[in-house]
């Protein structure tokens, strides 16, 4: 079975610009959900989608935005990059059937964001 | 915000096991405590997950303190590819479409360094 993939693996903008991540959950993962991991902050919780609705959403501003498809894939934008918007973006998804605690995340191997 | 609490690091020689806790005195009933890991250039990694008893898979145990304040994730013979940054979790018991709060909060965990 595949696993969690996402694209692209690096990436380079400049302040202002923005970008659109993707992620491909594991087959029959109906749960996505994606984080920000930065030295100093460590792993931080973006959103939750399931079913193409989003259903928890971390500490983050508006600028940063997802969506889910109804074949489970998953995209995440940030709007007008920030230098501090540099970081490894990871996304996970999860079985789900009756709730989200009993549900093991699968991450990816995430999307280097560099920006200048 | 944390729910969790860890070691900042800890060490270990190769071959002996490997004790981490994780302190969580506010976790609810409803409370699945998690534990995940990741390597250097990875995505975390799922360990291992439980509810209220001990759990066992091929990669590790997982002890759960009779009140559920504290969790030891165990692991019986280190090897040089267990170091990594351990994460414990928590995560409630919540419908997918759910209205409760569940925000996936991850903190810094430990850093597990192997000596040879």
């Known amino acids: 079975k595949a696993g969690v993939t996402q694209t692209p693996r690096y990436l380079i903008k400049t302040r202002g610009q923005q970008v659109t991540l993707s992620c491909s959950p594991i087959s029959g993962h109906r749960s996505v959900s994606w984080y920000q991991q930065t030295p100093g902050q460590g792993l931080q919780f973006l959103f939750e989608?399931?079913?193409?609705?989003?259903?928890n959403k971390g500490n983050f501003p508006g600028r940063f935005s997802g969506r889910q498809f109804s074949n489970s894939r998953s995209e995440m934008n940030v709007s007008t990059l920030e230098l501090g918007d540099s970081a490894l973006y990871l996304c996970?998804?999860?079985?789900?059937?009756?709730?989200?605690?009993?549900?093991?995340?699968?991450f990816g191997n995430g999307t280097r964001l560099t920006v200048t | 915000d944390a729910k969790t609490t860890q070691p900042n690091s800890m060490e270990s020689n190769e071959e002996e096991p490997v004790h981490l806790p994780c302190n969580h005195s506010?976790?609810?009933?409803?409370?699945?405590i998690h534990w995940y890991r990741q390597l250097p250039s990875q995505g975390p990694e799922y360990v291992i997950h439980?509810?209220?008893s001990n759990v066992n898979n091929r990669m590790a145990s997982l002890a759960i303190a009779e009140d559920r304040k504290s969790s030891t994730l165990i692991l019986h013979r280190a090897t040089l590819r267990d170091a990594a940054v351990y994460y414990c979790?928590?995560?409630?018991?919540?419908?997918?479409?759910?209205?409760?709060?569940?925000?996936?909060?991850f903190g810094k965990g430990t850093r597990l360094h192997i000596l040879p």
């Open positions: 439980g509810l209220t």
């Open positions: 996970a998804s999860s079985l789900v059937n009756h709730g989200t605690g009993n549900s093991p995340l699968h």
């Open positions: 979790i928590l995560r409630d018991v919540v419908p997918p479409l759910g209205n409760r709060d569940d925000k996936i909060i």
């Open positions: 506010t976790i609810s009933g409803t409370d699945y």
């Open positions: 989608y399931f079913s193409e609705t989003q259903r």
